[in-house]
């Protein structure tokens, strides 16, 4: 099935193939809810029609969500819709690991090699230390970036999928070259399993080839079990002494005698780094005395059946005809038997009344459906003691046991283990906390068992102090104890200023003291003459109040006038017209009866309207009359002059007193 072009979950938008397993087709996709690229694997259909196998995939793939580590691709999501199973993760640009080898065509640099096996190694700490086997390193799935940064990837899917659909080596989950023996030969496998794989993916890395190769996957599988691997130094002597020393030490056939922590092997790794001839792999720490593990050829022998039942045959005819031509070796052979199935008998009661000892498993981490098998294999009984709320174990999976794991501990067949098993993250909803001071949401998602990550952020509309927005929205449903951001204001991001009061103080103090604070300064006047002269009678902002630094403040400062005096010129003459000196005589005039010539005449001044002087006997030909007048500021100053005949001239000017003290009227 194409699905490029396709959403799945309503969410994930399908762009192109970018990859093809044996377990999944892996595709570019776009989220549409956070507009971004992802990987999303999707699962063949052979694997979606066993209901056993759905349910591990889903609960190992949620397992590995919970791992986060830069030597990790990161899964964002599991899904389903419509049958289709889907894992969402992190889109890595690089190639595998596999393909470099293959590119490269023979070994690769033993430091470099090295320095990806270190972060390969700290890949499986930190998944170790949470309980998670990966069960299929390879360098097909390890992917190395643009930047050299090694990615491992598919962690805990493997388990799904060997433990419920694994049919043939090599058909299902990947190359038979990397397992483990214990992982060849269906047996129990631990993080030691692991280690066991990264040695391989070394000997490749530094060889250019597998330690083990065989026409078939069966054959792989047995060289694993019970052949030593030639050292990478004889294959390469260019691979450091020290480098050889760690790889086979991780190829040891026992677990025991392997690392016993991908912790162990990665410092033996960085030291190599530094001292690549040096003899520090410790070697002391191999169990001699291990009892070799029995290696179960059934499920060879089943392959081999299936591969070749001709083979079979063949061996069942040169039975027969052993027995045919030795009939008395034949005779005596059965005697043994049946004396040993009757001595068995009594050594099956004899059991009965002293049970046989068996290892203890490791029963933490296992699903409660997988820890059963492993107690009814080793003849024990498990006993659920409490289901128990756990964020880091998937519900189903044990969190304890009683006894506890210690390796190569036995106990007496029958024996009963005590477990706790685990119901999942508590879940709770996430409170709304936006609007709320920063204080109450602290608190309000303490109460809901979640914890508060702060940020904090300038902003125009909400007040310093209040939360702004929250990254999970409010009645979410998520795990207790996850951490909920959220963004608190800081007000506007500009100083806040407090104003002080300077009303009272002079001009010039109280811009001192305001522009001190950071502030600007605006100066206005007004007269009040009630108050001294000079000094602040309003503020535009009061004292007490928060202002941004940089604000103006607008100054009321108290200025009374003072009077002055100025100096009046009227040119008389100028303004009448004057008069011309009449030589007729009275008795002249009489007779011709010619009107008399009026020469004098009345000057009144005024000063806003009010009269501050008059004189109403001026000669018309007068061209310096003086007076003074009085005032403050500017004025407005009006002369009038007047005749006996009727005439009359106005003349109005505007002075201000405190910068002229000569006013001419003409």
């Not at 100028?574 to 010539?597: F, L, M, R």
Request: charged share 25%.
């Amino acid at each position: 099935m194409n699905l490029e072009g396709k959403i799945l979950g309503s969410r994930y938008e399908m762009i192109q193939k970018i990859g093809n397993g044996g377990m999944a087709i892996v595709y570019k996709a776009r989220d549409i809810v956070l507009n971004r690229h992802i990987a999303v694997k999707v699962l063949r259909d052979e694997f979606t029609t066993d209901e056993e196998f759905i349910k591990r995939f889903e609960t190992e793939a949620q397992s590995a969500a919970r791992l986060t580590h830069p030597n990790i691709v990161s899964i964002y999501d599991v899904g389903m819709d419509n049958g289709i199973y889907y894992i969402v993760m992190e889109l890595i640009q690089g190639k595998t690991l596999k393909e470099i080898i293959v590119e490269e065509g023979g070994p690769l640099p033993w430091k470099w090699s090295v320095n990806v096996a270190m972060q390969i190694a700290s890949a499986l700490e930190m998944a170790h230390k949470n309980n998670i086997i990966h069960r299929d390193i390879k360098p097909h799935n390890i992917i190395i970036t643009e930047d050299g940064v090694a990615k491992v990837t598919d962690f805990g899917i493997a388990k799904a999928v060997s433990n419920s659909t694994i049919t043939a080596f090599g058909k299902t989950i990947g190359s038979v070259h990397y397992f483990s023996p214990e992982h060849a030969r269906g047996g129990y496998t631990d993080a030691k399993s692991d280690l066991y794989s990264l040695g391989v993916v070394m000997y490749e890395m530094v060889t250019g080839k597998v330690p083990f190769d065989a026409d078939t996957p069966v054959s792989v599988a047995l060289k694993h079990m019970q052949e030593e691997a030639v050292e990478p130094r004889t294959v390469n002597p260019n691979v450091p002494e020290a480098v050889n020393k760690i790889i086979m030490k991780a190829l040891q056939k026992e677990p025991v005698m392997r690392y016993q922590t991908a912790t162990e092997m990665l410092q033996d790794l960085k030291m190599s780094l530094k001292n690549p001839s040096g003899d520090f792999v410790d070697e002391s720490t191999y169990d001699p005395t291990a009892v070799t593990q029995k290696i179960s050829l059934n499920d060879y022998e089943k392959e081999a059946k299936n591969q070749g039942e001709n083979a079979n045959k063949k061996k069942d005819g040169k039975f027969k005809t052993f027995i045919k031509k030795h009939k008395g070796l034949s005779i005596f052979i059965g005697l043994i038997l049946l004396f040993f199935i009757a001595f068995g008998g009594t050594l099956a009661f004899l059991n009965i009344t002293n049970p046989a000892e068996v290892l203890l498993p490791n029963f933490v981490g296992m699903s409660r459906e997988e820890a059963q098998s492993n107690a009814d294999e080793s003849k024990l009984v498990l006993e659920v003691t409490s289901e128990e709320y756990n964020s880091e174990v998937p519900e189903g999976y044990i969190i304890s046991q009683d006894p506890k794991y210690v390796e190569d501990y036995n106990v007496k067949e029958g024996s009963t283990v005590k477990i706790v098993i685990s119901k999942g993250a508590e879940k709770t909803k996430v409170p709304k906390v936006t609007g709320m001071t920063e204080e109450e949401a602290v608190k309000a998602l303490e109460d809901a068992n979640l914890k508060a990550e702060i940020t904090e952020e300038t902003s125009e509309k909400v007040e310093a102090g209040y939360v702004i927005s929250q990254d999970i929205e409010a009645e979410t449903e998520i795990e207790t104890g996850e951490t909920i951001k959220i963004t608190v204001s800081k007000g506007t991001g500009i100083k806040q200023v407090e104003v002080t009061s300077v009303i009272g103080q002079t001009e010039e103090s109280a811009k001192t003291t305001l522009t001190n604070l950071g502030l600007k300064v605006n100066v206005t006047y007004e007269e009040d003459s009630s108050k001294e002269n000079g000094v602040v009678l309003r503020q535009s902002v009061s004292s007490g109040e928060k202002v941004n630094e940089g604000t103006t403040i607008t100054l009321t400062v108290n200025k009374v006038a003072e009077t002055k005096t100025a100096n009046i010129t009227i040119n008389v003459k100028s303004i009448t017209g004057g008069y011309t000196e009449d030589t007729t005589s009275d008795e002249e005039e009489n007779q011709t009866q010619t009107p008399k010539v009026d020469k004098t005449v009345k000057i009144v001044v005024t000063v806003d309207g009010t009269e501050v002087y008059t004189d109403s006997n001026v000669d018309k030909n007068t061209t310096n009359k003086q007076t003074s007048i009085s005032g403050k500021g500017t004025v407005t100053v009006k002369v009038t002059i007047t005749d006996n005949s009727g005439g009359s001239w106005t003349r109005t000017q505007s002075i201000n007193l405190n910068t002229t003290s000569e006013l001419t009227f003409s």
